[in-house]
């Protein structure tokens, strides 16, 4: 069937897309083969990553009392 989402500019896309989590993007990737293809750009993963990273660092900052 036919979603008005599609008809978005990739670009748009990717800007909504990129405010979501790891776990809805994953779910999202099934809805269709050119969601798939959104979902699993590179450009959504690495800040995902990246503030994965940050966070674990903070957690073990703030857990072993050293200063930010």
């Given at each position: ?21 790891a776990?809805t ?44």
């Open positions: 069937g036919y979603c008005w989402f599609d008809a978005l500019p990739v670009e748009i896309m990717f800007k909504i897309f990129g405010y979501l989590k776990n993007l994953w779910r999202l990737s099934s809805v269709s083969r050119y969601w798939r293809e959104i979902c699993g750009d590179p450009c959504l993963w690495v800040p995902l990553q990246l503030a994965i990273k940050v966070e674990k660092t903070v957690v073990f900052v703030v857990a072993f009392g050293y200063d930010l």
